[in-house]
């Protein structure tokens, strides 16, 4: 195959995560108002965190006219502050909760890797920021939720990820373990 590439120039495509699609594949999906309680928990909590730590609605106390371009670039910085800290929230719940921030461990729903067994730093920090690409998008991004076969929002497709529900899934191990014993 590498000799007919050298050859020819073209490639192929080559599936890489088969493997792993496959040990997934037959998993409960979580449902969309699980989802949205979810995230709304872990944005409460987001909420919570700024207010005890003072980090919400701190601006500059220098007084700019409001529509100038000094006060546009304060309105930026503290936009890009809000997507920092939500981000770092979302990595460090995701990645230190095995696929579980608060809300998701709340609501008995999990967050799975399509390409590796355990949900890593990278894939923590795309999903944190595709809840920005999935608002941004007027929140269609989470209402794609109902046309993807696979249930998969913006943020799950960027970042590679499914959301199981963990109760339907230790029903459906139990209910395989009694199989095999009988």
Same mark, same amino acid.
């Given at each position: 195959?590498?000799?007919? =590439?050298?050859?020819?120039?073209?490639?192929?495509f080559r599936a890489h995560e088969t493997?792993?699609?496959d040990e997934l594949n037959g998993l409960p999906l979580a449902s969309f108002k699980r989802r949205g309680i979810a995230i709304a928990i872990d944005f409460a909590i987001i909420a919570a965190l700024k207010l005890i730590f003072g980090m919400h609605g701190h601006?500059?106390? +220098?007084e700019v006219p409001?529509?100038?371009?000094?006060?546009?670039?304060? =309105?930026?910085? =503290?936009t890009v502050l809000e997507l920092v800290e939500s981000t770092f929230y979302f990595a460090v719940a995701l990645k230190f909760g095995k696929g579980q921030t608060p809300g998701?461990?709340?609501?008995? +729903?999990?967050?799975?890797?399509?390409t590796h067994h355990e949900i890593g730093w990278w894939q923590s920090i795309e999903r944190g920021l595709g809840y920005g690409a999935?608002?941004? =998008?007027?929140? %269609?991004? %989470?209402?794609?939720?109902? +046309?993807?076969?696979?249930?998969m929002t913006v943020h799950d497709r960027i970042a590679e990820t499914i959301v199981?529900?963990?109760?339907?899934?230790?029903d459906a191990?139990?209910?395989d373990d009694e199989r095999d014993e009988l």
């Open positions: 195959m590498l000799k007919l =590439e050298k050859l020819t120039g073209k490639r192929e493997h792993r699609m601006k500059e106390e +220098i409001k529509g100038s371009f000094a006060w546009m670039l304060m =309105e930026a910085k =503290e998701k461990w709340l609501m008995k +729903i999990k967050v799975l890797s399509l999935s608002i941004l =998008e007027g929140g %269609f991004g %989470f209402l794609q939720y109902y +046309i993807n076969r696979n249930r199981v529900d963990v109760v339907a899934d230790a191990v139990s209910v």
